[in-house]
């Protein structure tokens, strides 16, 4: 490990710094990636143990405050109906995520065009075109060409999932109510793809997939990232981003593998720490030249936090389901995605299908609701529970509302004593109304599928996978933090690549268009380097 | 200190009964009580380490509910202390309630019982079964829903 000038410097080896790493390292450019956690184990998973369904409560939770390993920070997230899920690791969130892939739609990108609300961003889905369909090859993804309810593209890699049980009963009850449903995009081999064998239905995707068929970035950037150069250095927690007496990013103080404080210098810095965890870094990283935290003049880092507030809604039919047998997603649909103002509420929901849930989270959760008698009844009970759920969950819009927020906790800090996060989130009024729609709307869908006890979670607690919004692009410096091509707009040499570019949250999970975007950013880099900070 | 030692004998003998009393055995089904030694076993192990302090803090007011001994009760009395502590103990009623769920779950003979095999899903997995994509051609009939942006 040299201590040498990087010519870039990228912080977080998740998604967007993989996406960039890779992108960049054709450059030949002197690269280095510094990831606060370390390289996950495959064979340490979950799934490779009889415990698997526990460990969800304890070193395998989503919540970094219940999980507490070493790699995590505290988040005061005591503010928020909704608790921040995220990941640290070579892989970040794509390690613990659930792999749902689908894209932004082009009316994403013309909020404040089509429905007059929120903002416009300022690149479209067509520029961004090419990227996605680049890292559906490299991520590998799987789903089905020709969904009416979306624009015509290039057939992803592989073929979708199987329908199994679960999406043919689901399926089913869409047909009956004549609404929209389409497989899953999936970052799931469902074929041998790029040397990864295909997926044999461990079922249990989202806490790591032992078997390296569900796409994490440790598995597919990384290792062409490094084979091209590029060098990351695991279990480096940086402080604070370090600027010089022109204004410009200078490089980053970070704690190594031993604790110890190092500084490494870099041309160019680029985040790639997703909502939270990026403006917490500007925020910290302020300075005398910066005293509201570097890159902030617009006073918008850390606000117009988005999550997608899931309203969840299952239940029980007759027949087996695949249970949890079988990656969670299968079919989803945008029924209800596009604005329809005779609804009540602007933009719109997507609907994920879950398979159903293992015996240890059913008779948990089950006991939660108070469907689970105690005594006597109790296996009859279960047993009609057990392998008979299905799950429809709207993943509803969030508009940027400047009071929600990530700031520095007063008194929180981390191991390593950098003051933590701290997230201030209500609920809108449109997407209020947008959840009580998906819960009716949920009912029906179950209803239709010959569904009984009919549970509620809206919305769900640990549901805060996505972080969007906090460093927002755009063109306006006084209405955005970086500019259309991801730049900062006060640090030229300061670009940021995660969740917390999204301008509006769309309606469907983000790490296809995190991904996108970081190429993109990538690109422009690349097509600039001659007037790079220009 | 091991993690069986985490609770005390009072402790361990209020856990086995509320066990039972939460699943008993069942001849029908074939498969024993919560309250079976091995699942027993396996309930104090989760019982020390993060889980911990809610655990002990549930069996204490367990106890208070009981008045001191709830292994002790009659069942009528066992059983409404039971139902009282699901009811009112809060965080560390359900973090005790978990645990003994979680293990109850997971033992050999209840998930085999389920008509599962007790094994973790790696590296064996899983069939899914491919379903009939014919179900589709009614969603392809449709005309595109996606807004244009402009």
Redesign the interface.
Same mark, same amino acid.
């Given at each position: 490990m040299s201590n040498e000038v990087a010519d870039v410097l990228i912080i977080g080896a998740g998604a967007s710094g993989a996406a960039v790493a890779w992108s960049l390292a054709e450059t030949k450019m002197r690269i280095v990636c510094l990831e606060q956690g370390g390289w996950m184990n495959p064979a340490a998973?979950p799934?490779?143990? +009889?415990? $698997? !369904?526990?460990r969800f409560?304890?070193d395998f939770s989503p919540s970094p405050n219940i999980r507490?390993r070493p790699e995590d920070y505290p988040i005061n997230d005591d503010n928020s109906p909704i608790k921040v899920v995220n990941f640290n690791g070579v892989g970040g969130g794509t390690v613990m995520y659930t792999a749902h892939f689908p894209r932004l *739609?082009?009316?994403d990108?013309?909020v404040r065009?089509?429905d007059g609300v929120a903002d416009d961003w300022p690149i479209?889905?067509?520029t961004l075109e090419p990227f996605f369909d680049e890292n559906d090859r490299i991520t590998g993804v799987s789903g089905?060409a020709?969904d009416?309810?979306?624009?015509p593209r290039a057939d992803p890699p592989m073929p979708p999932?199987?329908?199994? +049980?679960s999406?043919?009963i689901l399926? +089913?009850a869409?047909?009956k109510l004549?609404w *929209? $449903? $389409?497989?899953s995009d999936v970052a799931v081999a469902t074929v041998e793809y790029e040397g990864r064998a295909r997926?044999?239905?461990?079922? *249990?995707c989202t806490p790591g997939c032992?078997?390296g068929a569900k796409a994490s970035t440790d598995i597919t950037y990384w290792p062409l990232a490094r084979r091209a150069g590029v060098e990351l250095r695991t279990h480096c927690r940086v402080r604070e981003i370090t600027t010089n007496e022109h204004g410009m990013a200078s490089g980053v103080v970070y704690y190594d593998v031993e604790g110890v404080e190092r500084f490494q210098a870099a041309e160019v810095v680029v985040l790639a720490c997703n909502g939270v965890g990026t403006p917490r870094l500007l925020l910290n990283s302020a300075s005398g030249r910066f005293p509201n935290g570097l890159a902030n003049s617009s006073g918008l880092v850390g606000r117009n936090l988005m999550f997608h507030p899931y309203a969840q809604v299952y239940g029980y039919v007759e027949e087996e389901t695949?249970s949890n047998?079988?990656p969670p997603t299968c079919i989803w649909s945008?029924?209800f995605?596009?604005?329809d103002p005779e609804r009540g509420f602007v933009r719109g929901y997507a609907f994920q299908f879950g398979r159903g849930v293992g015996?240890?989270m !059913?008779?948990?959760t089950s !006991?939660?609701k108070g469907l689970l008698p $105690?005594?006597?009844e109790? *296996?009859a009970v279960f047993?009609r529970l057990?392998?008979h759920r299905l799950n429809v969950s709207a993943i509803c819009e969030d508009l940027p509302e400047a009071h929600n927020r990530v700031t520095l906790d007063p008194e929180l800090k981390d191991c390593h004593g950098i003051p933590a996060p701290r997230i201030d989130y209500t609920i809108g009024e449109n997407t209020a109304r947008m959840m009580e729609h998906g819960i009716a709307r949920a009912k029906e869908v179950l209803d239709a599928a010959g569904a009984r006890d009919i549970c509620v979670n809206s919305p769900i607690l640990y549901g805060g996978w996505h972080l969007l919004g906090t460093a927002r692009m755009g063109t306006d410096p006084e209405r955005s933090v970086v500019n259309e091509w991801g730049r900062s707009h006060d640090v030229r040499n300061l670009f940021i690549v995660d969740g917390s570019l999204f301008v509006t949250s769309g309606g469907v999970n983000p790490t296809s268009t995190i991904q996108a975007l970081a190429l993109y950013v990538a690109d422009q880099m690349k097509r600039r380097l001659a007037n790079l900070f220009d | 200190m091991s993690d069986a030692n985490a609770l005390t004998v009072r402790q361990r003998e209020d856990l086995r009964a509320l066990a039972a009393t939460m699943i008993p055995a069942s001849a029908e089904y074939g498969v024993p009580g919560a309250d079976d030694p091995a699942i027993q076993a396996e309930i104090l192990g989760c019982c020390g380490g993060r889980e911990a302090p809610l655990v002990r803090t549930a069996l204490d007011q367990l106890a208070a509910l009981a008045g001191g001994s709830f292994a002790s009760l009659d069942p009528v009395s066992r059983e409404a202390v039971a139902m009282e502590l699901r009811a009112t103990g809060g965080a560390p009623a359900a973090a005790l309630i978990r645990v003994v769920l979680q293990c109850y779950y997971r033992d050999e003979r209840v998930v085999r019982s389920l008509g599962r095999e007790p094994r973790p899903p790696f590296p064996q997995g899983h069939t899914l079964e491919p379903g009939d994509w014919s179900l589709l051609d009614a969603v392809r009939a449709r005309a595109p829903s996606w807004r244009p942006s402009s």
């Open positions: 998973y799934s490779t143990g +009889r415990d $698997w !369904e526990a409560w304890g507490a *739609h082009p009316s990108f013309r065009t089509l479209d889905y067509a089905l020709g009416p309810a979306f624009p999932l199987p329908l199994g +049980r999406g043919t399926g +089913r869409m047909n004549g *929209h $449903w $389409w497989p997926c044999i239905n461990l079922g *249990h032992a078997q695949d047998r079988a945008k029924e995605y596009e604005t015996p240890v !059913e008779a948990v !006991e939660a $105690w005594g006597a109790h *296996h047993r057990n392998g | -």
